[in-house]
């Protein structure tokens, strides 16, 4: 396929002048109304009401556990993470994670299949093999999980911490999927990042993943870190390609240094500016299509035949706080500190921080912080939303009959706004349907913003976003 230009496949289109017009800030829409919109006056009350709504509904669940702890800082991150090399941190934490499934077990109907299962951080293999051993039984003593391979069981592993021998007790435990934190394999790049991983270390882990059946491998990658220009960043693609992942995230460096102190470790100086940026994305782009991915959006792409690109043919793709998913009419039950929730119409967010989390647990309180009831308006909103930003196209009859609405009337403003964009060559508007371009699959995020009523407002209004592209 070499040769075959991203214009020619009508996936993803760059236009340099458009790209720096609109590249704005935004949110990544993991969920409408996004996280700055939770706050404390959500509490057990209305979690308890939005799991009785959840029964009976009775939608398979989703669950999520959340290991926050690394044994070392990635300078970049951004993540909700505890640093230490305490290993024996993880045992009380696994015993506060068991009790507090048995809090929600208690509420929730755990009859209901549990279709979808990710570990996250932080670093879930931070914890030893029989840690995860310990972890994955408690799940199942509370839990009705899948045995017949059938579910999307997934971890993000940290190369530098997993061994061969943890990759099999990892398919032995029932993950099917594997994400795993590649970055940069540049040595110039890694020295400043303080993070090490060699394609050697990730070759063996890819090869014995394979050899154990993984479903998918995924992998993750950053453009914008210190001493990247398209040249390094290219070997890394390079060596990547090699692996052939199933599935790629190549993130832009959230730089957001009065938030992670972290970050202020690396000298800013030797970041690639904007347009060197910009070169990065947009070859890789064109790379990454010419060896046969589909650009999924928002930074992901897959092979043709992985689950997620399957999804987004079949209609069946959407969004939630782990990014894009395939089984996405589950309920979200999440664990663990700062572990966010989605079920029912609400979202919920764990304590941030271990202290808070601890001391909730400990006195046999369910550890929420904050979160939302939506109303009907955010309910339909994030409807368009999730339809744009998962499948480039949004048709309007079944969402008018949905919510009923007339949606050209409901959403007069917005559509008035949209034809700027119309113009600007990102959208087409027909009277039933918003067509993204190839253009605009670049910029879904601003287009999206569009339809978000909660910008600017409250929280949100504070809240820092990190930039589109
Ligand atoms: C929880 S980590 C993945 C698991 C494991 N901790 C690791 O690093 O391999 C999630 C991913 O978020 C991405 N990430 C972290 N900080 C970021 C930042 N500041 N900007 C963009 N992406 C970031 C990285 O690609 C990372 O792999
Ligand atoms: S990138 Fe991963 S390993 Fe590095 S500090 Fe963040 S969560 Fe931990």
Sequence with gaps: MQGVSVQQQGQASWDQELIARYDLSGPRYTSYPTAPQFHPGFGEDELRCAVAVSNDRGNPLSLYFHIPFCSRVCYYCA????????????????????????????????SRPVNQLHWGGGTPTYISDDEKRTLMTSIRRHFNLRNDDSGEYAIEIHPGDTTVESIACLRELGFNRLSMGVQDFDTAVQAAVNRFNSADEVRALVTAAR?????????????????QSWHSFERTLDAVLELSPDRLSMFNY???????????????????????????????????????????????????????????????????????????????????????????????????????????????R????????????????????????????????????RFNIIFNDYFAPEIAQLRSMENDGLVVIEPQHIHVTAKGRLLIRRICMVFDAWLGKGAQAQQKFSRII
């Design 366 to 401: 369910i550890p929420v912080a904050r979160g939302l009831v939506l109303n009907s308006d955010d309910l339909l909103r994030a409807r368009v939303i999730e339809g744009l930003i998962c499948h480039f196209s949004l048709d309007f009859s079944p969402v008018e009959k």
């Design 79 to 110: 993540c909700n993470r505890i640093i230490t090399a305490n290993r024996r941190v993880a045992g009380p934490y696994l015993e506060r994670l068991d009790r507090e499934m048995a809090l929600m077990a208690d509420l929730l109907d755990t």
């Design 211 to 227: 050899q154990q059946g993984f479903h998918s491998i995924s992998m993750d990658l950053i453009y914008g870190l210190p001493q």
């Design 254 to 364: 959230a730089h957001m240094p009065n938030l992670f102190k972290t970050q202020r470790q690396m000298d800013a100086a030797q970041m690639p500016g904007a347009e060197e940026k910009l070169t990065i994305i947009h070859r890789s782009t064109d790379k990454l299509l010419a060896a046969g991915y589909v650009f999924i959006g928002m930074d992901h792409f897959a092979k043709p035949g992985d689950e997620l690109a399957r999804a987004q043919r079949e209609g069946r793709l959407q969004r939630n706080f782990q990014g894009y998913a395939t089984h996405g009419d589950c309920d979200l039950a999440s664990f663990g500190v700062s572990a966010i929730s989605a079920i029912g119409d609400t979202f919920w967010q764990n304590h941030k921080d271990i202290a808070d989390y601890n001391a909730a647990i400990d006195s046999g």
